[in-house]
């Protein structure tokens, strides 16, 4: 394997043709300098350089040999940069989990923004996946971070989560609905029509605290048909198949058909939670969470 630094000491003396002026930079004595360049040309198999008492020239083969001695010392340079910045946790690689109800809201997609601009080199990944999902997925470290509207088990003590507050949830209904017509409605007034949900067993955060919200007001939930997504569930409002509770932030999806109308009761919130590896959390990992935090309490200010 050939010696990095003796490339380094060729490319000085390449770009001097002057054994003593290349020493200077090289902060080297002449002769050691010309002693690494013999050992250098002995290990090639041929002569780089035609020395005479008045001038250095590169011989035929060094200048073919020159750009090829560059390339490799510009990669080691840029090499040991990214490890650098490797180590100082400013590029590399971001798993980032979310629940499908989360990825409309401008908290979300500002702090993607953010911390895009503020680490360019970090290759962010965008997972969705249901909140129950999520808890997997961090213990085995298949995503980093996951954003999430349910509480992780006890059990699951590896998962430290954070909590950004509560989003109003809204009815979405369809236009031609009695209730449309209206300002705000109530939950009483909702629990009369088929409500649309994720599937059960899915492990959606925001089925649990719709059920939670119904159960605490003490009112029957009819369920309507169900969508693995925020988008299908409201289609399903559009196509007069029920009602739907879901976060403010969907009404950014405008859908013909759909009117979103505020909830009066009390408790009408789904929890936004960030999820980590309580003892495997990156740098990367919690240079996005300090972008969440700032624009949370921007919100809040």
Same mark, same amino acid.
């Given at each position: ?58 011989? *035929? ?11 490799? %010392? ?16 400013? *590029?590399?690689? %971001? ?11 401008? &908290?979300?997609?500002? *702090? ?56 109003? &949830?809204?009815?979405? &209904? ?120 700032? &624009? ?6």
């Amino acid at each position: 394997m050939l010696d990095l630094r003796r490339l380094r000491y060729f490319l000085t003396v390449a770009e001097e043709l002057h054994f003593g002026r290349a020493a200077l930079r090289l902060h080297l004595a002449q002769p050691p300098l010309t002693r690494q360049i013999s050992a250098l040309e002995s290990e090639l198999g041929f002569r780089l350089f035609d020395r005479t008492s008045r001038s250095v020239t590169l011989t *035929a083969q060094g200048q073919h040999f020159l750009p090829y001695a560059r390339a490799v %010392l510009e990669q080691m340079e840029l090499a040991e940069a990214m490890a650098a910045k490797l180590a100082a946790g400013s *590029a590399g690689q %971001l798993a980032l989990g979310y629940a499908s109800s989360i990825a409309l809201s401008e &908290l979300f997609s500002e *702090a993607i923004q953010a911390f895009a601009q503020r680490f360019p080199e970090v290759q962010l990944t965008l997972v969705e996946g249901a909140s129950a999902s999520q808890w997997a997925q961090i213990v085995d470290g298949r995503i980093d971070i996951g954003l999430s509207r349910m509480q992780p088990p006890d059990e699951l003590a590896e998962i430290h989560t954070l909590s950004l507050g509560d989003e109003p &949830l809204v009815a979405a &209904l369809a236009s031609d609905s009695p209730l449309a017509a209206q300002a705000e409605v109530t939950l009483a007034e909702l629990s009369e029509s088929p409500l649309i949900l994720f599937p059960a067993g899915y492990g959606s955060g925001l089925n649990e605290a719709i059920e939670q919200l119904y159960r605490r007001n003490d009112l029957p939930l009819r369920p309507g048909p169900s969508g693995r997504q925020i988008t299908s569930i409201i289609a399903l409002v559009a196509a007069g198949q029920g009602i739907a509770l879901v976060p403010s932030c969907t009404r950014t999806l405008a859908k013909k058909g759909v009117s979103y109308r505020p909830v009066v009761d009390l408790g009408a919130t789904a929890p936004l939670l960030v999820l980590t590896h309580s003892q495997k959390r990156s740098p990367l990992a919690q240079a996005f969470i300090g972008v969440l935090e700032n &624009l949370h309490q921007a919100r809040q200010a």
